[in-house]
């Protein structure tokens, strides 16, 4: 299977509480939280689309899209 | 199936506060469903009162929210009902063990084919940070400005001393593992209990200056290891994760069944 190359990262600024979990938990640290406390996809030719951040957000606010 | 076709969106965004644990585990819970290929018209999720049992209002399943402590009884009668149907109990460590401990111990017992998820958070959320039976010695809570002087219980060995057939314990740190054990105890047929270590931070986090919430749940990583492993060993203080117990027995909802056909013949 090919590797997962991203599409891009679904934020829902409505639902996200800026809490930093998948900030700090990003093992590439692509993520950032803006000056809004929402979260924002910074550095996204680091991302490897382990979607760690989608499964541990609490809010259901981001999701990776991915191309095969 | 989306996980967000599971998910009651206009009740979004949730209540529970920034970083709450609870979100996690509902995260989690929902990818194992999804995995399992489930539709929402299998599963009953029962709860009863506490930020956890908010759950049941966020999830687009048949959905019961009850009382304190009561979810498992509540949860009995459905299942006694409609044995077909999945019935998953999630519950806060006060919901669980200390109001409803008399109907843990007894579900667990009967060995029912329930999914019992405890999402540990170690203190009251919902009242205001009181110290649960969970919370353990030397913790500040609101009814415990000079620290707590009761142990707590252990989930696990209390689970599998009741007659639990499936026990497991994982964290929110361990996402994936969240999902794994989930769907494991979705499927086992019997009495499952899943801990899963969750964050306040707003009360236990504050109060025990655990740091935020990305501190609370790095915890979690530091402070657990896998069930027997080397780490163990040499610090017996880490707290141990996975399956515990997995193990078949006679079910309780089959046992009645078969006693509803002794009947049925008078014998
Ligand atoms: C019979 C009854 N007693 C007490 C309460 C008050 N009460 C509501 S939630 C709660 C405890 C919540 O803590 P926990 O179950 O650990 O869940 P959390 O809020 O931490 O997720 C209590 C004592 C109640 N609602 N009903
Ligand atoms: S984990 Fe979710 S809620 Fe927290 S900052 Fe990231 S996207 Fe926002
Ligand atoms: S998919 Fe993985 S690498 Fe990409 S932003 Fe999310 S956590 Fe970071
Ligand atoms: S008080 Fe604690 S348990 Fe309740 S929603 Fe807030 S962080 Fe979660």
């Not at chain 2, 194992?32 to 908010?54: H, T, Y």
């Not at chain 2, 290891?225 to 780490?231: C, F, L």
Request: a neutral charge.
């Amino acid at each position: 299977m090919a590797k997962p190359k991203l599409k891009k990262h679904h934020i829902n600024r409505d639902w996200c509480k800026g809490c930093g979990i998948c900030v700090e938990l990003c093992p590439k640290k692509v993520l950032e939280l803006d000056d809004q406390d929402k979260v924002s996809a910074l550095r996204l030719q680091d991302c490897i689309c382990c979607r760690l951040c989608e499964f541990r957000c609490p809010d259901f606010a981001i999701e990776i899209e991915t191309k095969e | 199936m989306a996980i967000k076709d599971y998910l009651r969106e206009r009740f979004f965004p949730h209540l529970w506060c920034p970083g709450c644990g609870h979100g996690m585990v509902l995260n989690g819970l929902l990818r194992a469903i999804d995995k399992l290929g489930m539709s929402k018209n299998e599963i009953v999720m029962v709860s009863g009162i506490g930020c956890s049992s908010r759950i049941t209002g966020y999830v687009d399943f048949h959905t019961l929210h009850t009382i304190h402590g009561r979810a498992l009884a509540f949860a009995t009668g459905v299942k006694m009902a409609r044995p077909e149907l999945n019935l998953i109990v999630p519950m806060g460590d006060g919901d669980a063990l200390a109001i409803g401990g008399n109907h843990f111990i007894h579900a667990a017992r009967r060995n029912i084919d329930i999914t019992a998820i405890v999402m540990n958070n170690r203190i009251y959320g919902m009242t205001g940070g009181q110290f649960s039976p969970l919370s353990g010695e030397n913790i500040r809570a609101t009814t415990a400005p000079y620290l707590t002087i009761d142990p707590s219980f252990d989930v696990v060995e209390l689970a599998k001393a009741a007659g639990a057939t499936f026990v497991a314990r994982t964290t929110t740190y361990h996402i994936q593992q969240v999902s794994d054990i989930i769907g494991k105890a979705i499927l086992h047929e019997g009495f499952s209990v899943v801990e899963v270590l969750s964050q306040c931070p707003t009360y236990f986090g504050r109060k025990n200056k655990e740091g935020d919430a990305v501190d609370m749940v790095q915890h979690f990583k530091k402070n657990t290891t896998s069930i027997g492993s080397k780490a163990k060993q040499e610090n017996p203080d880490l707290i141990e994760r996975g399956i515990f117990v997995q193990t078949e027995l006679p079910e309780y909802c089959s046992e009645y069944e078969k006693m509803v056909q002794r009947a049925m013949k008078g014998q």
